[in-house]
């Protein structure tokens, strides 16, 4: 089985910390945050094995080739692989209700 690398961009980082500071201070959900963090880190570690499983999403809607996406409950996690190195880079993490397709052209 393929194993790929991870690599997250600074703006997927960014997002996380965002997620991450927006249930803990916004909410005061402290372990609801820490439970998230665990979440994330443990997608993060999967797409090392299923990363090439999942679909391709419509180009029309991203405004970019080859994205594919993973939730991770209410979130996304949306990514591209190059296979050549085997790398999976994370480009945007946010949430699944926010106008995600205007997120990914902004990108």
Known sequence: MKK???KISETAEQDLE???S??????????????YKILFKQEFKKL????????ILDEKLTGHKNIRKV????????????????????LR??????DWERYLKDE
Do not use: W
């Open 4 to 6: 790929y690398i991870i």
């Open 18 to 20: 965002n997620i991450i």
């Open 22 to 35: 927006y249930l803990r201070n916004d909410l005061c959900e402290d372990i609801i945050a820490d439970k």
């Open 48 to 55: 090392e094995d299923v990363a090439g499983s999942m679909p």
């Open 71 to 90: 939730n991770v409950r209410n979130y996304i996690i949306f990514y591209i692989i190059d296979e050549e190195n085997n790398i999976v880079f994370i």
């Open 93 to 98: 993490i946010g949430h699944a209700f926010m």
